[in-house]
């Protein structure tokens, strides 16, 4: 079992940058592959990036490719997503989830086993 709980969230102008935080219950936290995924209103969840077991693979969704980073510091429990030059289109709820490492880097939420709550994102022009 993994429990997941997203921080770092809030209103930025556009060009600004963020950090969100995912951390994670559990001992098992280094066995899975971590993703997040975003939810604007009325549009279906969407894959972000992803990231290895290990950290040496990381994955990432065409629109946010060169401005926005995965890691994860597995001492920590943790998984992070650095948001930089932030524009108004990544205004979204903010989702990370595991997946069991074979399904690494999946962009289907599908085969994602566990789900923090979210944190908003918005993004001001």
């Known amino acids: 079992q993994v429990q997941l709980v997203e921080s770092g969230g809030g209103l930025v102008q556009a060009g600004g940058s963020l950090r969100l935080s995912c951390a994670a219950s559990g001992r098992t936290f280094s066995s899975y592959a971590m993703g997040w995924f975003r939810q604007a209103p009325g549009k279906e969840r969407e894959f972000v990036a992803a990231i290895s077991w290990s950290g040496g693979r990381t994955y990432y969704a065409d629109s946010v490719k060169g401005r926005f980073t995965i890691s994860r510091d597995n001492a920590k429990n943790t998984v992070y997503l650095q948001l930089n030059s932030l524009k108004p289109e990544d205004t979204a709820v903010y989702y990370c989830?595991?997946?069991?490492?074979?399904?690494?880097?999946?962009?289907?939420?599908?085969?994602?086993?566990?789900w923090g709550q979210g944190t908003q994102v918005t993004v001001s022009s």
């Open positions: 989830a595991a997946v069991p490492s074979a399904y690494s880097g999946s962009r289907q939420p599908s085969h994602y086993n566990y």
